[in-house]
């Protein structure tokens, strides 16, 4: 039985701790509700966190053959994410609303997490 590798891990722990710091800012620092940062670090958090643990979710049900996420990856998960929350999402929730800038940092929470991995096979 070979042991395998979990995939970007240290960029999933990175991100969700910021994204929990994120997340006690705006409830208990009342000036950082009014800052640029906490509209769009969500967004640049989201494929750093969600895609390894989907990845790691592959590797542990045995489905995922590669230790790294490939840039084919990240441009699928970006597409859904874009299409999903920023296209479908604000005709169903009306809280929702379409936001350019909030694919921008997806694109760019994809890039870092793909560039971020080093030794990219």
């Given at each position: 039985?070979?042991?395998?590798?979990?995939?970007?891990?240290?960029?999933?722990?990175?991100?969700?701790?910021?994204?929990?710091?994120?997340?006690?800012?705006?409830?208990?620092?009342?000036?950082?509700?009014?800052?640029?940062?906490?509209?769009?670090?969500?967004?640049?958090?989201?494929?750093?966190?969600?895609?390894?643990?989907?990845?790691?979710?592959?590797?542990?049900?045995?489905?995922?053959?590669?230790?790294y996420?490939?840039?084919?990856?990240?441009?699928?998960?970006f597409?859904?994410?874009?299409?999903?929350?920023?296209?479908?999402?604000?005709?169903?929730?009306?809280?929702m609303?379409?936001?350019?800038?909030?694919?921008?940092?997806?694109?760019?929470?994809?890039?870092?997490?793909?560039?971020?991995?080093?030794?990219?096979?």
């Amino acid at each position: 039985m070979t042991s395998r590798k979990v995939v970007a891990f240290p960029q999933m722990i990175t991100g969700l701790i910021f994204y929990i710091t994120h997340i006690l800012l705006r409830i208990f620092v009342y000036s950082y509700r009014f800052t640029i940062i906490r509209h769009y670090i969500a967004d640049f958090l989201a494929l750093i966190v969600c895609i390894p643990l989907f990845a790691n979710i592959q590797v542990m049900l045995r489905i995922r053959k590669k230790n790294y996420i490939t840039f084919n990856e990240i441009i699928i998960y970006f597409l859904i994410f874009s299409i999903f929350f920023e296209l479908i999402s604000p005709f169903i929730l009306k809280k929702m609303t379409f936001d350019p800038l909030d694919i921008l940092f997806y694109g760019i929470g994809g890039l870092v997490l793909y560039f971020s991995q080093g030794n990219i096979k």
